[in-house]
């Protein structure tokens, strides 16, 4: 049974997140940001670096930490405000966000002093990197878990499944997939572009498969902990491209988009209606 | 570190570069247990099977699949891990092209790729295991060093200074077994530091890989004609050894000898270099021309492409009588 408060705090996570979401993604202006696919991971990414991560916000670099990489880098503001509120980076840095040169641009750029693992942006380079640790954690005998959260479009690429070959070869049961299932990718839906029986694929290669909603926060809560003995797992998270917000949701022009102060507001009341109370940063 | 001996120098030549490499892996092995081998299905074609043997756990199989031993390997090192991983040069450098790209040139992981079968090694396995491109594709990747040993002791040398060397490396191998010998008994080699061979006043030559040994043969020829001529081994392309060729601009004609593509590789590295000064030689790029000829064995690939010393003797007579 998961405890009312952890669920509690990370549906109260979630909702800054998002706020967060909106407002750096109205502060990079023209420059326009990735909306959809950074709103579909939130309460992912609330759960993982708030209840289920083995994190030391202080010391981000710590040896024993759990790895996280976001191999769907187009996540990234989803991502950014989970390191906030986590702890790991401070809102003076968040908000640096699509900074010329700055550390936390429209796709992460690795950092450990800022809790970023991995440099993302080019899709489906992102799991081999997590096999590799979690392969060399096991040789090491160390006992932290590695999470590499994918997006379902980014099963397309070859490289993917090349991976999933050599980490069920090599029995990492160390290692999690995630799969943000929100049926959409840059230009469109999944079934239209390139149609995947997801759950099936992985099987077939051997991986232990879960499918849980992506967006509550119970379930995942009951999915993530380790009770693995052999094996790669993939989580298949379904969600809503774009969660949130009545006209991002499942909309392929919110892929990436400029927020304008009209929309910003427009955004934020639906928030604050679906929410009932106002969370402040 | 490792003491290598006269009669091991000359086992060395009769294994070529591949198994020379393997060689220098094993004895890294003995004394940094971080030293561990990845390959795309090509352990005995790498020279890794004395490694295995000693060290079977040490060995990663990934199976016939380039791009993702790069991610395992940046994986790998993240942890402590030095890896070496193998494949041909143009798998490791064309497949995985973006692989490399990004663990190496943009994450700047710990890890050395071992490309062999660069040039015409790889004989009547024909056009698709050539690694004719993969200077070029990678040297215009930022922080990756390219070493391009010129026989087997040399790759001995280059296997351990990139397990020293703290970030990415290519080291690219070349020629079959009984390479002939450029190094007769050990010297002293550093990443970035071209060697001067042979001295010379007429003309310099700048060579890499299996190319050095056929210059310096040629330098002999040329000799005999009354050229005086100077031979550099340019065992690293990137970074390019800069002072090696600025003590090279007196002579009357430079020249760049390679095994790759004349696009990109050695010769553009040192044109880059020219290019810049105001008081320069004449540059003869000598390389691969651009274009696929019908394969065959390494010495009728060389040849065809006028990559033997006969043919760079010829190119280097007919260039330095239209400067001189």
């Not at chain 1, 968040?94 to 040169?101: A, C, D, P, R, S």
């Not at chain 2, 190319?211 to 001529?229: F, N, P, R, W, Y």
Request: proline fraction near 3%.
């Amino acid at each position: 049974m998961i405890s009312a408060d952890k669920i509690e705090r990370c549906q109260i996570a979630s909702l800054n997140m998002r706020k967060n979401i909106l407002h750096l993604a109205h502060q990079a202006g023209s420059n326009g940001a990735h909306l959809g696919p950074a709103l579909s991971i939130v309460e992912i990414m609330a759960v993982l670096y708030l209840q289920i991560m083995n994190i030391r916000p202080f010391d981000p670099i710590w040896p024993l930490r759990d790895r996280f990489i976001l191999s769907k880098g187009h996540g990234a503001l989803g991502y950014y405000v989970a390191l906030f509120e986590s702890g790991l980076i401070s809102k003076d840095a968040l908000y640096t966000y699509e900074i010329n040169g700055g550390s936390f641009s429209g796709q992460p750029s690795k950092d450990l002093s800022l809790g970023i693992e991995y440099s993302g942006g080019s899709l489906g380079l992102g799991l081999s990197y997590g096999a590799g640790i979690a392969l060399a954690a096991r040789r090491k005998k160390e006992l932290f878990q590695t999470y590499v959260l994918m997006g379902d479009g980014e099963v397309n690429e070859g490289s993917v499944w090349e991976t999933v070959m050599f980490a069920k070869h090599n029995d990492l049961s160390n290692l999690t997939a995630i799969i943000d299932r929100n049926s959409m990718q840059s230009d469109g839906s999944c079934e239209d572009i390139i149609r995947i029986d997801m759950e099936a694929a992985w099987r077939g290669f051997g991986w232990d498969v879960i499918t849980c909603d992506g967006h509550n926060i119970s379930e995942l809560l009951q999915t993530f902990p380790n009770d693995r003995t052999n094996g790669p797992r993939v989580i298949i998270a379904n969600t809503v491209k774009g969660k949130g917000i009545s006209f991002m949701e499942n909309s392929k022009d919110w892929h990436h988009n400029r927020l304008t102060d009209d929309l910003y507001q427009k955004a934020l009341c639906e928030l604050d209606e679906a929410g009932g109370v106002s969370v402040g940063n | 570190m490792l003491e290598i001996k006269h009669t091991t120098i000359r086992t060395l030549s009769i294994l070529g570069q591949r198994g020379a490499f393997g060689y220098a892996l094993n004895e890294l092995a003995k004394e940094n247990e971080q030293i561990i081998a990845l390959t795309s299905d090509l352990r005995t074609t790498s020279g890794l099977d004395r490694f295995n043997n000693a060290y079977p756990e040490r060995v990663i199989n990934v199976g016939i699949a380039e791009q993702n031993m790069i991610g395992i390997a940046s994986g790998l090192s993240t942890l402590g891990f030095v890896p070496f991983a193998t494949t041909f040069a143009n798998f490791a450098s064309l497949r995985a092209c973006e692989q490399m790209r990004h663990h190496m040139g943009y994450m700047r992981e710990n890890i050395k790729i071992v490309g062999f079968g660069g040039g015409f090694a790889m004989g009547m396995f024909g056009i698709t295991h050539y690694g004719i491109e993969d200077v070029s594709s990678i040297r215009s990747i930022p922080n990756i060093a390219i070493l391009s040993p010129a026989d087997s002791l040399e790759t001995v040398k280059a296997t351990i200074a990139a397990a020293q060397h703290k970030g990415p490396v290519y080291l690219r191998l070349t020629g079959v077994m009984n390479q002939p010998m450029v190094y007769k008994e050990d010297y002293d080699y550093e990443i970035g530091k071209a060697v001067q061979l042979r001295d010379g006043t007429d003309i310099a030559i700048f060579a890499t890989g299996g190319m050095v040994h056929q210059s310096l043969q040629a330098a002999e020829q040329l000799d005999k004609t009354g050229i005086s001529c100077k031979v550099v081994n340019v065992h690293t392309i990137i970074p390019i050894d800069k002072q090696a060729i600025m003590n090279s601009l007196g002579v009357k004609l430079l020249v760049t000898v390679e095994e790759h593509s004349r696009i990109g590789g050695l010769g553009s590295t040192v044109a880059e270099v020219l290019t810049e000064l105001d008081e320069k030689p004449p540059q003869l790029l000598i390389g691969v021309s651009n274009e696929y000829k019908p394969a065959g064995s390494y010495e009728y690939m060389l040849e065809q492409y006028g990559l033997n010393f006969m043919s760079i003797t010829e190119k280097i007579i007919k260039r330095y009588g239209e400067v001189k």
